[in-house]
């Protein structure tokens, strides 16, 4: 098993996969207490000129973030996580988070990221920085 | 409506605990395992005091960028003042015409009054929909 500390520039992270549905975007309302109808309610999406509902930006980042958190363990720390949201991500859709390292000094790791979608549209970009524990 | 003149407009500082039950509820609707050591985006959704004179969402909007940065761990037990405070207000020209950009950041502090930890999160109205 590698080390985060193994890791140099150029290395891809461990890639995480994910396929939110109805269910989960409700349960993220939920549990954020974020009841926008445009998460939540088909016809008032489609009104709003979005073609009908779609995933909380804050869900799809959670998963990042859960990419990110997994592959750290506890080896080390998230110190800054940074997205930008470039497309909508719907219920059905198949979404694979990964990351590239960028940077590295001695105990610290800067990362790129990227979302895919099913259909190899990005939808999320990013830069992380993770502190390594010596 | 929203313009340059909310800029600098912040919320009353509100103390929060991190809970247990919500953090779990939280773990659960990611579909991820509990860990005592907070999810980061956790604190994107903490209970949020109101900023006087404006409130959000606002309907169209949607969620541009994101930005969270953390001085230090958060933990379940944890107790933090959190305040909100909008950043920045401005217009932009893009593809589907001219929009309006919102920058709000939430910070939270122990109770010592040292950061833990910024959130600061963009948001994008259509620009001409209040006028409707």
């Not at chain 1, 269910?23 to 926008?36: K, T, W």
């Not at chain 1, 991500?89 to 590239?100: E, K, N, Q, W």
């Not at chain 2, 969270?68 to 305040?83: A, E, F, M, Q």
Request: proline share 5%; hydrophobic share 40%.
């Amino acid at each position: 098993m590698k080390r985060l500390l193994d890791y140099q520039v150029l290395d891809r992270l461990p890639i995480r996969i994910w396929t939110p549905n109805h269910i989960q975007v409700r349960q993220y309302a939920e549990a954020s207490g974020d009841f926008n109808p445009i998460h939540l309610d088909d016809n008032y999406a489609r009104q709003a000129g979005l073609g009908g509902v779609i995933v909380h930006g804050m869900l799809t980042m959670a998963q990042m973030a859960a990419m990110l958190t997994d592959w750290i363990g506890k080896e080390g720390g998230l110190s800054n996580i940074e997205v930008r949201f470039e497309k909508m991500v719907r219920p059905g859709d198949t979404i694979s988070c990964s990351g590239l390292i960028r940077r590295r000094s001695k105990n610290a790791l800067e990362c790129d990221l990227e979302a895919y979608n099913h259909k190899d549209e990005k939808v999320l970009s990013g830069l992380a920085h993770i502190s390594i524990q010596l | 409506m929203i313009g340059k003149e909310l800029i600098g407009k912040e919320s009353e500082s509100v103390v929060i605990k991190i809970r247990s039950e919500e953090v779990h509820r939280f773990t659960e609707a990611l579909g991820i395992p509990f860990s005592h050591l907070v999810p980061p985006t956790y604190v994107g959704i903490l209970s949020q005091a109101s900023i006087p004179g404006f409130e959000a969402p606002l309907p169209g909007m949607i969620h541009g960028e994101q930005k969270i940065t953390y001085l230090r761990p958060l933990y379940v037990g944890d107790c933090l003042t959190s305040k909100r405070r909008i950043k920045d207000v401005y217009e932009r020209k893009g593809k589907l015409g001219s929009v309006t950009i919102m920058v709000i950041e939430t910070s939270g502090y122990d109770l010592a009054g040292e950061l833990i930890f910024t959130s600061s999160s963009t948001l994008i109205a259509p620009a001409k929909v209040e006028s409707e």
